[in-house]
Nanobody, 124 residues
Framework: VQLQASGGGLVQAGGSLRLSCAAS????????VGWFRQAPGKEREFVVG????????RYAESLKGRFTISRDNAENTVSLQMNSLKPEDTAVYYC??????????????????WGQGTLVTVSS
């Protein structure tokens, strides 16, 4: 499967962005999907994951309540709604996928497929 992330951009603190991850080459319903982010000079960080069906999600504790993941398997897309953005949310956001069928993992090594990333910049 190939992944294409989009929707990044520049937003003021307190604003919102919606990221999308589009899949091609296979049905997205075969994959759990995760979002990770990496800020300049920092390690890659787990954001959120969603299982194949969309019924199970796992969020980074610090992001609960501000970020929401959803998926539309008919459209082969996963979305990440980000609200009340803060400057510390500035990072490159990566869409990832794994064929694993269980609860979405928070570890990068558990995801076999990675998109190219989309840059989110939150200004203060």
């Amino acid at each position: 499967v190939q992944l294409q992330a989009s929707g990044g951009g520049l937003v003021q603190a307190g604003g919102s962005l919606r990221l999308s991850c589009a899949a091609s080459g296979d049905s997205f319903s075969n994959y759990a999907v995760g979002w990770f982010r990496q800020a300049p000079g920092k390690e890659r960080e787990f954001v959120v994951g969603i299982d194949r069906s969309g019924r199970r999600t796992r969020y980074a504790e610090s992001l609960k309540g501000r970020f929401t993941i959803s998926r539309d398997n008919a459209e082969n897309t996963v979305s990440l709604q980000m609200n009340s953005l803060k400057p510390e949310d500035t990072a490159v956001y990566y869409c990832t996928a794994t064929y694993y069928s269980g609860h979405p993992s928070r570890f990068p090594a558990d995801y076999e497929y990675w998109g190219q990333g989309t840059l989110v910049t939150v200004s203060s």
